[in-house]
């Protein structure tokens, strides 16, 4: 699975194939949502509030590296990993 980052039970994903914008998935428990790495906006889905102010805060000091990522995943390459949220 193309997990790019992990933390405090928030597991980030970017999928191969992804429709626009650029976004990821952050999964933590039963909850899903997919964040936009632009201005880090919710897409679709949920997270409770702390979680999702967990994912935009880790996001937020990610963003390039997440275009980055975006970027690998549209050319089917090898995705990098990400410095979880500490």
């Not at 699975?1 to 933390?7: G, R, T």
């Not at 194939?17 to 889905?45: C, K, M, N, Q, W």
């Amino acid at each position: 699975m193309p997990k790019v980052s992990e933390f405090f039970g928030i597991s980030i994903y970017i999928y191969y194939r992804e429709h626009l914008p650029p976004h990821f998935h952050a999964i933590y428990g039963e909850d899903e949502a997919l964040v936009t790495i632009e201005d880090l906006s919710l897409l679709s889905g949920r997270l409770t509030p702390r979680a999702m102010g967990l994912v935009v805060e880790w996001a937020s000091l990610h963003q390039e590296e997440l275009h980055h990522v975006w970027a690998q995943a549209t050319s089917h390459e090898a995705l990098d990993r990400i410095e979880p949220l500490k």
